[in-house]
């Protein structure tokens, strides 16, 4: 009876899904459902649970700092979305290409920054927009005769330098997912447009962007929820979670200084689930309005 039930057909595909199902629940639902319930609560360690209602969420429309944490990280989203989209794409499509010398040794090269620990990466672009005359970037722009340049102390000069950083290590990641995309567009389709007289500009924006439409759809989803919830960088780049006039505090940064270091738990969460709507509204949207829900004919 075991062993028929064991080699049975039907139950063989819940066997497979069940360890995947078991991980959701246990790691992704009850945690997400236990702070939802904490948001409504005032939570501390060691005291026991006080139901609040929505005074969290009243609390966090009137909190200031809050709200420049969402005005932080909405800009660094938009701005990674600028640079880590359109740059990855072009560099992609120029390695892919046929004629290009080198070609792994560029894959490897612009995707070694991925394979950095955070920690490390945060530390050396930190000593290399450092205040100091003798850091890197104060080095260089002294050749030019420009005087040094307090870059963690200024929002948009601090935006730079943690732009540069996410530059630095997300480039390569994004391109290899773009030449995946450009691996399953057939060179037929190139070679026509070759016989009609197209230029590599037509072929570009009438072959190559139109078919990468999916990979370009699947890197804009995932890097919305990599800019909103941004803290590593942040946190290793002012070395620590107190920037001035916090210039560099995000969502999770300001969720991590209430819950870890304020032992506010309930007002964490609350934190964490409006970080969590933001996101879902923003990913449902562009996914809507690029048509993924739309059934194909």
């Given at each position: 009876m075991i062993k028929r039930f064991?080699?049975?057909?039907?139950?063989?595909?819940?066997?497979?899904v069940f360890p995947?199902?078991?991980?959701?629940?246990?790691?992704?639902?009850y945690p997400l459902l236990?702070?939802?319930?904490?948001?409504f609560q005032h939570v501390t360690l060691g005291q026991e649970a006080e139901w609040t209602g929505m005074d969290n969420y009243q609390k966090l429309m009137g909190d200031s700092v809050f709200l420049m944490s969402i005005g932080n990280s909405a800009l660094y989203m938009v701005l990674t979305l600028v640079i880590l989209i359109p740059f990855p794409m072009l560099l992609a499509v120029l390695i892919n290409n046929k004629w290009m010398w080198g070609r792994e040794f560029f894959k490897s090269a612009f995707f070694f920054p991925a394979?950095?620990?955070v920690v490390v990466a945060g530390t050396i672009f930190r000593l290399?927009?450092?205040e100091m005359e003798g850091s890197l970037i104060n080095s260089v722009l002294g050749v030019f005769g420009i005087e040094p340049v307090k870059f963690l102390k200024g929002h948009l000069t601090g935006?730079?330098?943690?732009?540069?950083?996410?530059?630095?290590?997300?480039?390569?990641v994004n391109i290899l997912y773009f030449l995946s995309g450009l691996?399953?567009?057939?060179?037929?389709?190139?070679e026509a447009a070759s016989i009609d007289g197209a230029s590599a500009f037509q072929k570009f924006t009438k072959i190559t962007m139109p078919l990468l439409k999916p990979t370009t759809i699947y890197v804009l989803t995932i890097s919305i929820y990599a800019g909103l919830a941004m803290f590593i960088e942040s946190l290793m780049l002012w070395n620590g979670n107190n920037s001035p006039k916090n210039i560099g505090l995000t969502i999770v940064g300001y969720l991590y200084r209430q819950g870890?270091?304020?032992?506010?738990?309930?007002?964490?969460?609350?934190?964490?689930?409006?970080?969590?709507?933001?996101?879902m509204i923003i990913n449902l949207t562009q996914l809507a309005f690029s048509g993924m829900f739309k059934k194909e004919d």
């Open positions: 064991i080699y049975s057909q039907k139950v063989a595909p819940y066997v497979f995947f199902v078991a991980i959701f629940l246990v790691f992704w639902v236990s702070s939802f319930g904490m948001s394979l950095t620990s290399m927009f450092g935006f730079v330098a943690l732009l540069a950083l996410a530059t630095w290590r997300w480039t390569g691996k399953n567009i057939p060179e037929e389709y190139y870890i270091e304020k032992n506010n738990l309930g007002y964490a969460a609350a934190v964490g689930i409006v970080l969590l709507a933001v996101t």
